[in-house]
C-alpha cells in the first residue's frame, strides 16, 4: 500500500504560480509512475500529467502543456506539479496518482491515489 500526501494548494490570482507536491509514504516510490488529475466543480476528473519512474517520459493534456511541469525526486519519494499563468478553469481539486507506468496513467490505469488538494483561482 502507498500513502500519498498532496500539499501547496491554495488560492491565487489569475496569472500568479503554485507548486503541488506530493509525499509518497512507502519507500518503493522509485518503483512507480506518477501522475496528476483533477477535478472541477461539477465536471468528471480529468488528467493533467505523469512521469516515469526515472522521468524521462512525460505526459501532459493539452490544456496544460507549456503551463504545467511535472517532475520528481525519488530520493525524497516526491513528485511536483509546477503551475505558472494559472486561469480560473485551473481551479479543481488536486490529486496525486501512482500507477506503473505514465502510458497507463494517463489512460487513468491508476493504482493509488492522494486525497487531493485543492487550488481555487480567481479571476
Known amino acids: 500500500q502507498v500513502r500519498l500526501v498532496e500539499s501547496g494548494g491554495g488560492l491565487v490570482q489569475t496569472g500568479d504560480s503554485l507548486r503541488l507536491s506530493c509525499a509518497a509514504s512507502?519507500?518503493?516510490?522509485?518503483?512507480?509512475?506518477m501522475g496528476w488529475f483533477r477535478q472541477a466543480p461539477g465536471k468528471e476528473r480529468e488528467f493533467v500529467a505523469a512521469?516515469?519512474?526515472?522521468?524521462?517520459?512525460?505526459y501532459y493534456s493539452d490544456s496544460v502543456k507549456g503551463r504545467f511541469t511535472i517532475s520528481r525526486d525519488n530520493g525524497k519519494s516526491t513528485v511536483y506539479l509546477q503551475m505558472n499563468s494559472l486561469k480560473p478553469e485551473d481551479t479543481a481539486v488536486y490529486s496525486c496518482?501512482?500507477?506503473?507506468?505514465?502510458?497507463?496513467?494517463?489512460?487513468?490505469?491508476?493504482?493509488?491515489w492522494g486525497k487531493g488538494t485543492l487550488v481555487t483561482v480567481s479571476s
Open positions: 496518482a501512482a500507477g506503473s507506468s505514465a502510458t497507463n496513467l494517463r489512460r487513468d490505469g491508476v493504482d493509488y
Open positions: 512507502e519507500g518503493t516510490f522509485g518503483s512507480y509512475a
Open positions: 512521469i516515469s519512474r526515472s522521468g524521462s517520459i512525460i
